[in-house]
């Protein structure tokens, strides 16, 4: 029997110079520097800078930003940044970042959206120059033109004593935000926070926060390219269709697929589709999806006060292990779902791609997954107005991790999760050292990914900066 070789001994202390923890970080920090980020938060949020003294607001919103996209969960983890002065520079203390947390009131976070849409046109005009541009979103083994925003909302279990913190509709205590993310990139382009009680198809606030994200796109692809916006059924209410529809008379070229609601009318159509009106389904890489049938009801539900041109879709599969059934799945022994589209058939718009590329709505649930690791699961005051401002960093820290993407990294980690970028790029310690009048920051040269981090800094060195 082999015996087990033992580690070698260490001996512990605290007394190291010259050595940084997550020396990954600074490459968040540089990044928002080049994207104007900074000084475009410097600029709005200037005036919360008593006669110009202390720290720059601006800056002190990045260093709040890149914790969180670090994995911080606190204001306190800023420390990382602070306490390694010789990498990160000044940072602002914890009370400051409070402070600054507790003046963003409304027009505050207006201001800091518009800051934010502006980074992230210089971000998009970078990728352009340098790597082709913004990807394509994909379904069905095609490209999807333009652009795919997903909107959807999740639960945040909160204490009673914060602010606004109410009981859920699954029976929980907390918040309801509701959100908005690119599929193209998973940049996190609009987010409301809302009370635990909002209710989860208010049309209102699915206008508020779609205006917000388009507000976000750049001019250039708002008025130049097919917007898609998907939903769950919780997206289905005619009000907001109908002001999708009506962003077309502002010369946006804004298409809706979202889910509905199986109701009587729509059980009776299903049961009365002929076989022969089955098609089978697909999956997302184009091949068949075994047990899947897709057909589209038409003219077979009235659909009174919807967008004219609305076509209904449904799917039909054997159900797998654990999935929620409805009584009308429980007797048909299969899985439904149906989804509304304003797509024509024209141009592609066939009914099983259109499933499928609704289908592709549940890649949102993976960015409010990793969303929750990057801010917006921790919400740090009682007070409601700054829990709203940490949801505005937080998808600030979410736009960081998608530039960083899209910018600075290829192969696998320019589609990795955060997780697995800060395991491998941003916690990564390093030697400080000085010489030839140079501050060098030294990875170790066993670290397994030492080569994508330092191509990662010569690329964020090579970005076209923006003028002024």
């Known amino acids: 029997m082999k015996a087990i070789g033992s580690r070698p001994r260490v001996h512990v202390s605290a007394d190291g110079t010259g050595v940084v923890g997550h020396a990954g970080a600074r490459l968040l920090a540089d990044l928002a520097d080049a994207t104007g980020l900074t000084s475009a938060y410097s600029t709005v949020l200037g005036p919360l800078r008593p006669r110009g003294t202390g720290h720059d607001p601006g800056r002190v919103a990045v260093d709040l930003a890149v914790p969180l996209a670090n994995g911080g969960e606190t204001i306190t983890d800023v420390a990382v940044l602070r306490d390694q002065g010789e990498v990160f520079g000044p940072v ?44 394509t979103a994909r ?11 997903d909107l959807d909302a999740t639960l945040i279990t909160c ?21 908005c993310f690119l599929a193209n990139t998973g940049e996190a382009l609009a987010g409301r926070l809302r009370p635990g009680n909002a209710g989860a198809s208010t049309a209102s606030d699915h206008i508020a926060v779609l205006d917000d994200a388009l507000a976000q796109v ?26 999708v529809r009506s ?30 009106l089955w098609h089978p389904a697909l999956d997302q890489d184009g091949s068949l999806r075994a047990g899947a049938e897709v057909a589209e009801l038409i003219g077979m539900v009235d659909l009174p006060g919807y967008p004219t041109g609305t ?64 801010g ?18 937080s998808l600030t820290a979410i736009d960081l991790l998608a530039w960083t993407r899209i910018l600075l990294l290829d192969g696998e980690l320019a589609s990795a999760e955060p997780r697995k970028l800060r395991y491998r790029i ?28 330092t191509t990662a800094f010569h690329r964020l060195a090579a970005l076209p900066r923006p003028a002024g």
């Not at 379904?139 to 925003?149: C, S």
């Not at 204490?159 to 509701?178: I, N």
């Not at 804004?254 to 889910?259: A, D, N, Q």
């Open 311 to 374: 076509r209904m879709i449904v799917r039909r599969e054997r159900p797998h292990p654990g999935a929620q059934l409805s009584l009308f799945d429980q007797d048909e022994g299969l899985r439904h779902q149906v989804l509304l589209t304003d797509t024509p058939f024209s141009g592609g718009g066939s009914a099983q791609f259109l499933e499928v590329r609704h289908r592709g709505h549940a890649t949102v649930e993976d960015h409010i997954r990793t969303g929750k690791t990057t």
């Open 92 to 135: 602002a203390s914890t009370p400051t970042a409070w402070r600054l947390l507790a003046d963003a009131d409304e027009r505050v976070l207006a201001r800091l959206r518009s800051a934010r849409s502006r980074a992230r046109e210089t971000a998009w005009l970078q990728a352009a120059e340098t790597s082709g541009g913004i990807p």
């Open 376 to 393: 917006f699961d921790r919400f740090p005051s009682r007070r409601f107005q700054i829990n709203a401002a940490w949801l505005e960093l």
């Open 159 to 179: 204490h009673s004593e914060k602010e606004q913190a109410a009981p859920t509709y699954k029976g929980g205590f907390g918040y309801h935000p509701l959100l």
């Open 426 to 453: 941003l916690h990564v310690a390093a030697r400080l050292t000085r010489g030839g009048r140079r501050l060098r920051l030294r990875i170790s040269a066993t670290w397994p990914w030492r080569h994508e981090l």
């Open 218 to 243: 750049p001019d250039a692809y708002r008025y130049g390219t097919d917007l898609l916006i998907r939903a769950d059924s919780a997206g289905c209410a005619k009000a907001f269709l109908a002001h």
């Open 247 to 276: 962003l077309r008379d502002r010369g946006m070229r804004t298409y809706f697929s979202v889910g509905y609601a199986i109701t009587e009318p729509v059980c009776r159509a299903i049961r009365a589709i002929p076989d022969r």
């Open 139 to 149: 379904a069905g083994g095609r490209e999807l033109p333009g652009l795919v925003l």
